[in-house]
């Protein structure tokens, strides 16, 4: 079984950064190739939406339109830890941030559907 679990969320003022983690235990991701690992995030009353996922080991990325030039995601392999760095925040960025992780798949699946195991989210709230 596979741990995940989210931390660094918090307030901040629009434009301002924050930088989410995600403690992963269970699993060594570096041995298994097909690993994909992503952040979602739900705001009140709206559905869980795709971030950004990264494939384990080759680094490789994708990021949903609303999080580029904005968002990096990245991982410490030596730490098997996920990061969301945030910058540029806005208000619309409000939400429950959740990091998810999935043995196989492709990165551009999106659906939250698409992954396995999920961490129990760190709230981001971005002031006006």
């Known amino acids: 079984q596979v741990q995940l679990v989210e931390s660094g969320g918090g307030l901040v003022q629009a434009g301002g950064s924050l930088k989410l983690s995600c403690a992963t235990s269970g699993r060594t991701f570096s041995a298994f190739s097909s690993w994909r690992m992503a952040w979602f995030r739900q705001a009140p009353g709206k559905e869980r939406e795709f971030v950004a996922a990264?494939?384990?080991?080759?680094?490789?990325?994708n990021y949903a339109n609303s999080a580029k030039g904005r968002f990096t995601i990245s991982r410490d392999n030596a730490k098997n830890t996920l990061f969301l760095q945030m910058n540029s925040l806005r208000p619309e960025d409000t939400a429950v941030y959740y990091c998810a992780a999935d043995g196989g798949g492709l990165l551009f699946q999106t659906s939250s559907g698409d992954y396995a195991y999920w961490g129990q989210g760190t709230q981001v709230t971005v002031s006006s």
């Open positions: 990264i494939r384990w080991t080759a680094g490789s990325t």
